[in-house]
Each structure stands twice: as structure tokens, then as C-alpha cells.
């Protein structure tokens, strides 16, 4: 159960208010800490096949990942996460929920358009992405979501290997784009 101890009134954990732009809670650092733990291997796989074939334990289980991400993040349980790439700003706290950056209406400052008094969500994921070295991530294209997942645990998918494909891979070093005066063929008239 989520308590007041909560900065943000619990009227934001609310889907049918909307998402608004959410600066997490926990570091981005500490967030890719804490990473290599929760990665997918042999043993939690075999917990969250344990945790998904009961379902008290399931709904308990995502119930306590809810409270947690919802805490730390602002995560809006969308089934298929992407805090991994995008700093760990989830990017379902957007208001227009942008999944592969901003909008055109982000503000000179930083501002989110919807909720000017808030930095975008997009600002945060990259401030952060580039405070721990990993912007690479941000170039990475996020496939749509499948809203049927809505409110179900994406940490028991991700360590069943269901959405390994949620992005692309990283993109390769692109070269630079060179470019070279338009020549006119013979008897063209110049303007």
C-alpha cells in the first residue's frame, strides 16, 4: 500500500488523471548500480515462473513492484519497461507518453508543453543518460507497446525474456554526412 510519506500526492499514481513528468527518485548512478542484480539469469527465471503460476503470489508480487517503481520513478506500469534505456526516466510519465523522445513543444528551459512547471521527461532522460556515460542509449528505437500489458509486472517478462526486443540494439558509430556542391551538367543555366 503506497503511504503520504510519498513526496507527490497519490492522485499522480492515477491513470485516468494522466501522467505527468516525473523526475525519479533514485539516481541515475544507483539505478544502473543496481542493474547486474536484477539481470536476467537461470534462478530468476525460474522465480518468476513461480510467482506467475500462482496467483496470489502474482498479484502480490506486482502490487509491491508497482509501489516500488511507482515510488522511485513514477512508473506508470505499462507491462513493457524502458528505464534500462532512457537514463531510468520513465518515459510513460510523458503526458503524450513518448517512448523515443521529446515532442516539438518542449520549452526553451527544458519545460514540459502540457506542464510547464515540470522539466520534460525527455530533459531528464538525457541529463541523466549523459551524467553516467550512457547516451548511447537514448538512440535506441522504442518499439510500440502492447496496451493489453497495461498493470501486469514487467520485471516477471523481463526475466522470462519476453521483451528482449522492446528496443533496438545500440546504434553503430553513424558516419558523418559530408556534403558536396550540387554541379550543374553542361548548358544548364545558372541561376
Same mark, same amino acid.
Given at each position: 500500500?503506497?503511504? /503520504?510519506t510519498?513526496?507527490?500526492p497519490?492522485e ?11 523526475t525519479?527518485?533514485l539516481?541515475?548512478?544507483?539505478s544502473y548500480?543496481?542493474a ?5 539469469r537461470?534462478? #530468476?527465471r525460474?522465480?518468476a515462473? #513461480?510467482?506467475?503460476? %500462482?496467483g496470489w503470489l502474482? /498479484? ?5 513492484e /508497482?509501489?516500488?517503481?511507482w ?5 506508470r506500469?505499462c507491462?513493457q519497461c524502458? #528505464? ?5 526516466a520513465c518515459?510513460?510519465?510523458?503526458p ?6 521529446p515532442c516539438?513543444?518542449v520549452?526553451?528551459g ?10 520534460c ?6 541529463r541523466?543518460?549523459?551524467?553516467t ?5 537514448l538512440?535506441?528505437?522504442?518499439r510500440?507497446?502492447?496496451h %493489453? @500489458? ?15 526486443? @522492446?528496443?533496438?540494439?545500440?546504434a553503430p ?7 558536396l556542391p550540387? @554541379?550543374?551538367?553542361?548548358?544548364q543555366?545558372?541561376?
Amino acid at each position: 500500500m503506497l503511504t /503520504r510519506t510519498v513526496a507527490e500526492p497519490l492522485e499522480e499514481f492515477v491513470r485516468t488523471d494522466g501522467p505527468r513528468p516525473t523526475t525519479p527518485r533514485l539516481s541515475a548512478r544507483g539505478s544502473y548500480r543496481i542493474a547486474p542484480y536484477v539481470a536476467p539469469r537461470r534462478l #530468476l527465471r525460474r522465480l518468476a515462473a #513461480l510467482i506467475e503460476g %500462482r496467483g496470489w503470489l502474482r /498479484r502480490l508480487f506486482v502490487s509491491a513492484e /508497482r509501489g516500488s517503481k511507482w515510488a522511485l520513478y513514477g512508473c506508470r506500469m505499462c507491462g513493457q519497461c524502458a #528505464l534500462p534505456a532512457t537514463g531510468y526516466a520513465c518515459p510513460m510519465t510523458c503526458p503524450k507518453q513518448l517512448r523515443n523522445g521529446p515532442c516539438g513543444g518542449v520549452g526553451a528551459g527544458g519545460e514540459c508543453e502540457v506542464y510547464p512547471d515540470r522539466p520534460c521527461v525527455w530533459v531528464t532522460a538525457a541529463r541523466r543518460a549523459q551524467a553516467t556515460g550512457h547516451t548511447a542509449d537514448l538512440d535506441r528505437l522504442q518499439r510500440p507497446i502492447d496496451h %493489453r @500489458l497495461w498493470d501486469s509486472s514487467s520485471w516477471l517478462g523481463y526475466w522470462q525474456g519476453r521483451d528482449a526486443d @522492446l528496443w533496438t540494439a545500440p546504434a553503430p558509430q553513424r558516419p558523418q554526412l559530408v556534403l558536396l556542391p550540387v @554541379l550543374s551538367s553542361p548548358g544548364q543555366a545558372h541561376d
